[in-house]
């Protein structure tokens, strides 16, 4: 059974580390510089691969959150709706950030970027 780890000093996750020299595995906080031998030497890593589809679902899911800005200053290509939400993340490949709107129509979801 695997669980995580919490640093003692400042309550932040503790990741998996390894001590080349003393050739022992240990968990180290990223905010201090708390760090403690592990108990056990198994690491786990977790893999979430999505389909094109569940991505599509997210992004249409996210013109419906309430604490996302929206603007009426933009129309959508794909319905001529005149109402979208807009968020800022890092595009795939780029390396700035890049300005995302999702079409408030629930018949439409059409996404773009600025």
């Known amino acids: 059974m695997s669980t995580m780890k919490f640093c003692r000093e400042c309550n932040n996750i503790l990741y998996p580390k390894e001590d080349r020299e003393q050739k022992i595995l240990l968990y180290a906080c990223r905010n201090c510089d708390h760090q403690e031998v592990a108990d056990n030497n198994c690491v786990y890593r977790n893999e979430v691969h999505h389909s094109a589809g569940e991505r599509t679902q997210i992004l249409q899911d996210v013109a419906a ?6 603007t009426k200053s ?10 979208a939400v807009f968020f800022q993340a890092t595009a795939r490949g780029e390396e700035g950030m890049t300005l995302f709107f999702v079409c408030c129509n629930p018949n439409c979801g059409h996404r773009w970027r600025d």
Do not use: S, Y
């Open 65 to 70: 959150d309430p604490t996302l800005p929206r």
């Open 74 to 83: 933009v129309i959508c290509a794909n319905c001529k709706h005149g109402e």
